[in-house]
C-alpha cells in the first residue's frame, strides 16, 4: 500500500477506493481520505469519511480508520470531494498523532 498515493490523494481532494482485509467484514470500500496518522496504539492509519462498499457495521456513511497495512488495490478515482467533513480535526486531536498527510 503506498502511503504516498494516499497522501496524493488528500492533497488533490480525491475520493479513493482500495480494498480493505478486515476480519470482519472485507471488501471494497470508497473514502474520501481525510489524514494519514498514527493511532493510540502507534498504527499508521487512514481516517476518512466513508462513502459505500463494504462495511463491518450497519451504519451509513462516516468517519472511519483503516489500518495501513490492510488497505490494498488502491485506486484514486476521478470524483473530488470538498473537506472537511465534521467532526474533522486536522491536528489529529486526541485520538491520532504525527500527521502524516492531512486535508
Known amino acids: 500500500m503506498s502511503q504516498t498515493t494516499l497522501c496524493e490523494a488528500i492533497t488533490s481532494k480525491h475520493v479513493v477506493q482500495f480494498y480493505y482485509d478486515s476480519k470482519k467484514s472485507p471488501g471494497i470500500r470508497v473514502v474520501e481520505p481525510h489524514m494519514v496518522a498514527y493511532n493510540q496504539k502507534n498504527n499508521l492509519i487512514l481516517s476518512g469519511w466513508f462513502l459505500g462498499g463494504e462495511t463491518g457495521s450497519a451504519e451509513g456513511p462516516g468517519w472511519r ?5 490492510k488497505i490494498s488495490s488502491l485506486s484514486v478515482l476521478q470524483e473530488t470531494f470538498s473537506p472537511p ?17 492531512a486535508v
Open 65 to 69: 480508520e483503516y489500518l495501513l497495512d
Open 85 to 101: 467533513r465534521p467532526g474533522y480535526v486536522r491536528d489529529g486531536g486526541k485520538m491520532f498523532h504525527n500527521v502524516q498527510c
